[in-house]
């Protein structure tokens, strides 16, 4: 059930905020200066939270041994052994990773075709999405790692991509609202001068 309301806060985030920028005329270039310094504000919120959390768990360090099926052995039989500290340094440099992919697709967008919506879009939805993740729920809210917070971690259902939730989908939606602007009629903006290690054992 958390799940699909989940799924329902980012659509409800995704279309809300496409109407609000289309009726408050945000795509003009008046406003880009500031959409720019929000989304780079924003960026640097995550991956400054994303040191932080990396930072608390190499103080924590858990050496608990952590084993379970490799997801990315296809049809074959596998298994990755680690521990969780290992595990969830893993999953902050994929979330590091995943939000720079980010950055470089909607910047990419905004500067060779001047499209607002990505930029706002992506302001909103990665702080939403960090806030939901494993990591930030378990190292700063302090909930235990269990149910659905115990590990692995795992997309909760297929469609993710489609509506940016999970972070290691960003980039795919980014790619999806970046082309939802392409159908828009936005105004081109000038970009001038506003300016773990893991071992794997087979079966």
Known sequence: MAGMQD?????????GTMHVVKKAGLESPEY??????????TTAVILGLTFYIKGLIQKRNDTTALEYDDP???GQQGRIVTTVSRYDIGEVAKLQKSSMFTAAIVMFMHFK???????????LLPILNLFKSPLFQIYILGKPA??????????????????GA???DEPAAAAITAGSAAQEDSAPVSPSSDSNAETRKDK
């Open 72 to 74: 990315s052995a296809g």
């Open 32 to 41: 880009a200066p500031l959409i720019r310094a929000a989304y780079g504000i």
């Open 166 to 168: 999970g972070n290691r």
């Open 146 to 163: 269990t149910d659905s917070l115990k590990r692995p971690w795992v997309p909760e259902n297929p469609f993710a991509a489609l509506t």
């Open 7 to 15: 799924q329902v806060l980012q659509l409800v985030v995704i279309f």
């Open 113 to 123: 075709f001047g499209y607002i919506q990505p930029l706002i879009l992506q302001s």
